[in-house]
């Protein structure tokens, strides 16, 4: 599967304090992991992180250039990208968006579908995958067999009832 430049990383949900602060909320695996980037893009623009904290689950973000709360407020409800080539993953790992789209097999090779949706559940993901039915797939090892995001294919063990 062809993979995008630029990864969707979160969404600034509002200001934080009077100094040009925001709140993002992240969508990916932590906003520890966002805070570790130099830079973020929003609409192809590149904003340089000054200072970076996480508070409650969100990451509040101080930008270089956005010195006051009337500045902040222009990037509300923006969507926060962050380059591919600047995002060091552990070997094996991938980002969702990634395999959305992938299709799904069992383990004997036969077609169950395409990967829709990822529901993002505390105990674990959960996959939506479309097909002739609609099968929801516990994201856990019992049932991923594997997962190959450059090819585009995810092997499954289904069980009755799945």
Do not use: C
């Amino acid at each position: 599967m062809e993979q995008r430049e630029y990864v969707e990383a979160g969404r600034i949900t509002n200001t934080h304090g009077v100094n040009g602060e925001v709140k993002i909320e992240v969508w990916l695996d932590s906003p520890a992991f966002l805070k570790k980037f130099n830079r973020v893009f929003l609409e192809g623009r590149e904003l340089k992180i000054a200072s970076a904290r996480v508070h409650k689950g969100f990451l509040i973000t101080k930008f270089e250039g956005l010195e006051d709360v009337n500045a902040a407020m222009t990037l509300k409800g923006k969507t926060v990208h962050i380059l591919r080539a600047d995002a060091r993953l552990p070997k094996g790992a991938y980002f969702l968006q990634d395999i959305i789209g992938a299709r799904v097999q069992d383990e004997q090779g036969r077609e169950i579908g395409t990967l829709a949706e990822v529901l993002e559940r505390p105990a674990s993901n959960i996959y939506v995958v479309q097909g002739a039915e609609e099968h929801l797939i516990p994201a856990v090892p019992e049932f991923i067999m594997s997962t190959d995001p450059e090819a585009g294919v995810i092997t499954v063990r289904l069980i009755e009832g799945m």
